[in-house]
């Protein structure tokens, strides 16, 4: 496979979105769709009933090695040792030595000896030329899946109507997932996962089977989804989108990813511990909170944020919520804002109203700020 700088790659559904009429945009070096004609009813399907995102731009790595446990305990911020029974899945940032966000990723656990991983396509090459520089001191050996084909299958009603479309056997196998564990089906990996706040699965399966098996979801009332509307479901859903939420020059820390950052035990020296634990000793100057507007506008990306006593912050990502009909913000702000106070958005240079809640709008189809 080509990764060529100046002629995007097609995934192999790339035919099936110009059959559905999808508006295809360069995303990461793919030639993706944005839409398939309303973003916005594209989002309300994925919140009412159910939707299907390609998102086989994304970079599936099989880690197979004798020490591959002991070097992802070491890679990432988070601690795979958790992970105790196959197909149980972790999310984790992977830092740099100064604690800055490399990636962050999807991790199962297959065996002590064997995991899967799901990496970023903006980030793949930074990646992998990263992972192949660590894994050189252990017995592990990674492997890139550009066979796969990757589909998200997202909605109240995804799950129902996927496992409509299985065999028998393999329905039976996969229902009884509970969210974020994976499990194969044969060549397919179906895992309980997604990035919209609802449920449903993300299925790996073999580039030569993805068409049929789109086309059977689509046969099904599943209805095809942009990247447009996987991006205001995300931010609804209060999720990082890497490289403007967070990137190199951030931490988990400031990123509203503590959660994702295993101290324990105090032994474990994974890569970026002692610069995080400087940070900590310092003190967490910013921190990570989602924004109401409260005014007239639309946030957006980079827009500076204002405290009463002047202090300054900037809205990382924004957009006009479908579901809640408002404009809604994830935003680095100083730590002194608390849940409930109030601050302004610059915007065209007015400053307009915005309170801070916890960085999670929507859930399940209903708003959390109520």
Request: with cysteine; charged share 25%.
């Amino acid at each position: 496979m080509s990764y060529s700088e100046n002629i995007p790659q097609r995934t192999a559904l790339h035919g099936k979105h110009l059959e559905a009429g999808g508006k295809m945009v360069d995303f990461a070096g793919w030639e993706m769709p944005i839409h398939y004609g309303s973003q916005l009813e594209e989002h309300h399907q994925v919140r009412n009933d159910a939707g299907m995102f390609d998102v086989s731009h994304m970079v599936v790595l099989d880690l197979k090695g004798k020490e591959i446990k002991v070097f992802l305990r070491h890679l990432l911020a988070n601690d795979v040792d958790k992970l105790k029974q196959p197909g149980k899945a972790l999310y984790s940032c992977m830092l740099n030595k100064t604690g800055g966000i490399i990636d962050d990723l999807i991790v199962y656990y297959l065996t002590d000896e064997s995991y899967r991983m799901v990496i970023n396509a903006a980030c793949r090459d930074d990646d992998m030329a990263w992972m192949s520089r660590q894994m050189e001191a252990y017995d592990a050996t990674m492997h890139e899946r550009s066979d796969l084909a990757m589909i998200a299958v997202q909605g109240p009603n995804a799950r129902e109507k996927t496992l409509s479309l299985l065999d028998t056997k393999t329905a039976e196998k996969v229902a009884t997932l509970k969210p974020f564990f994976g499990t194969f089906a044969g060549e397919n990996f179906f895992a309980r996962t997604g990035y919209t706040g609802e449920d449903g699965f993300e299925i790996m399966l073999p580039n030569k089977k993805a068409a049929e098996f789109w086309e059977d979801l689509l046969q099904s009332g599943i209805q095809p989804t942009g990247l447009g509307a996987r991006d205001t479901l995300r931010l609804e859903a209060g999720m990082n989108l890497y490289g403007t939420d967070m990137d190199t020059t951030t931490s988990p820390l400031v990123s509203g990813l503590n959660w994702t950052v295993a101290w324990q035990p105090d032994e474990r020296n994974f890569i970026g511990r002692k610069a995080l634990e400087t940070e900590k000793e310092t003190g967490i100057k910013h921190t990570f909170a989602g924004l109401v507007l409260e005014d007239r506008g639309v946030l957006r990306s980079h827009q500076k944020v204002m405290t009463a006593s002047g202090e300054e912050g900037e809205v990382t990502s924004g957009t006009f919520s479908p579901t809640l009909k408002r404009a809604i913000a994830l935003a680095r702000v100083p730590a002194t804002l608390k849940v409930g106070d109030h601050c302004s958005v610059e915007i065209r240079g007015k400053q307009l109203k915005a309170t801070v809640v916890k960085p999670v709008f929507v859930r399940h189809g209903k708003s959390c700020l109520e």
